[in-house]
């Protein structure tokens, strides 16, 4: 049982903080999965499952935490990954998280349908975002939109292919997030009032709270309920590869592709020029019953490993799980959920503070298995490394 007060040190400590500041519905759209969440669910099982190998008497003295990712220096093989609305956890959400993120020396990536815009982003950044984008049915607002992240100084480009429709998300369903009607309305006004301190901090002095992004695709910015339904229209189900010759047209800097589950899909990628891919189910909220991404990785490592960087997110919670990851071949994770509740738990400083711990966490599992550098860690490290052979990416 975890003591009500004291400081919260773990993600599940800033979940349940983030439980306590956020509406109801807000937490749930964060918190939730599609459909019966056991994908949700599976993906943090997936690491959870996977014994390390202790070893000792090994001069473990200078332990680097330090690595790569698409060119780009990190404190640490983690990166935040593009969450829609998280410009809601906090107040200016996005702009506190890639304060964060730099302060660590990590990178951030803003979302296409982020709160905040990538130039309120930017201007806040000492190191640039990553830029994350959803193809629209409105192709020149795309093209726009990519000229905006570079003209603010993006160079790394997230486009995410796992999205041709939004999931079906249960609880998002059952808190009346799509529906207008009055009674929906009193619930969502009942969650709103029984959240003071963030409709104060956040929705009052926070504003606007639009998607800063696209606010001039609507005439009225505001109005999020308008603006969801248009985006909802506006995801394009009929994207397929060819389409990414567009987009290498359009965006002249590193590309990674986010959403591969399938070995097929990422021999495709290497085909198609991606400097890299994340592994990855959307966190669970596109299709439950897919696998983990650690069940999917080993053998998308053995298949491209050497060709591309892979990344891979979906129930990463702590520094160990970063190792885990990384033993089982990826080269850096994403995480999704964990930033959020930490922005929300603890602002700008809570999620400053997490992310240290992630870092001393990885430290200490290098530490006890024997290894000083990020580059060192792979299938020697697993308790029972697994008979298919896979590769480090990169080598
Ligand atoms: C609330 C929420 C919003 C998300 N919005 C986006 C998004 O706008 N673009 C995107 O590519 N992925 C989005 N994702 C997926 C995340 O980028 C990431 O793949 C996922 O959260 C990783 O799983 P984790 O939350 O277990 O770490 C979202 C995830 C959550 C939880």
Same mark, same amino acid.
């Given at each position: ?69 698409v ?43 982020g ?16 830029f ?36 079906m ?7 009346g ?18 959240r ?7 929705a ?37 590869w %060819?389409? @990414?010759?567009?987009?290498?047209k359009? +965006? #002249?800097?590193? &590309?990674l !592709?986010?959403?591969? =589950? ?32 650690a ?39 994403m995480i ?12 700008? %400083?809570? @999620? ?5 711990? +992630? #870092?001393?966490? &990885?430290? !200490?599992?290098?530490? =006890? ?27």
């Amino acid at each position: 049982m975890k003591p009500k007060f004291g400081y919260p040190v773990t993600t599940d400590d800033y979940r349940e903080k983030a439980r306590a500041r956020l509406p109801g519905f807000l937490f749930d759209y964060l918190d939730g999965g599609a459909a019966d969440e056991q994908t949700l669910r599976a993906n943090e099982t997936g690491w959870v499952n996977i014994n390390l190998r202790q070893r000792v008497l090994v001069n473990v003295e200078n332990v680097d935490t330090t690595t790569t990712l698409v060119g780009q220096t990190c404190s640490m093989p983690v990166v935040l990954a593009p969450l829609g609305l998280a410009g809601m956890m906090a107040r200016r959400g996005e702009v506190q998280a890639v304060r964060a993120a730099n302060a660590v020396g990590i990178p951030f990536t803003l979302s296409t349908v982020g709160i905040c815009a990538v130039e309120e982003v930017q201007a806040a950044a000492t190191e640039a975002a990553w830029f994350q984008l959803y193809m629209l049915r409105d192709r020149p607002r795309v093209a726009a939109l990519l000229d905006k992240a570079w003209a603010a100084g993006c160079r790394t480009l997230v486009f995410t292919v796992d999205l041709p429709l939004p999931g079906m998300r249960h609880r998002d369903f059952r808190n009346g997030l799509s529906s207008k009607g009055p009674r929906t309305r009193l619930l969502k006004i009942q969650q709103l009032l029984s959240r003071p301190g963030w409709l104060w901090n956040v929705a009052v002095r926070g504003g606007p709270l639009s998607f800063g992004n696209l606010s001039d695709a609507l005439p009225d910015a505001g109005n999020l309920d308008a603006f969801k339904e248009w985006i909802d229209a506006q995801f394009d189900p009929t994207v397929t590869w %060819a389409d @990414l010759e567009w987009i290498r047209k359009h +965006w #002249q800097g590193r &590309l990674l !592709l986010k959403g591969i =589950l399938d070995v097929e899909d990422a021999r495709q990628a290497v085909r198609v020029g991606a400097d890299g891919i994340v592994v990855s189910n959307h966190g669970g909220r596109q299709l439950d019953g897919v696998a983990s991404g650690a069940g999917k990785l080993p053998d998308i490592v053995a298949a491209i490993g050497s060709q591309t960087e892979v990344l891979v997110d979906g129930g990463v919670r702590s520094g160990t799980d970063v190792f885990r990851a990384l033993a089982l071949g990826a080269r850096g994770v994403m995480i999704g959920r964990p930033w959020a509740f930490a922005l929300a738990g603890g602002g700008e %400083a809570g @999620l400053t503070r997490l992310l240290l711990s +992630w #870092q001393q966490e &990885l430290r !200490l599992a290098m530490t =006890l298995t024997g290894v000083t550098r990020i580059t060192d860690i792979g299938a020697d490290q697993l308790d029972r490394p697994r008979t298919t052979e896979f590769r480090k990416a990169g080598e």
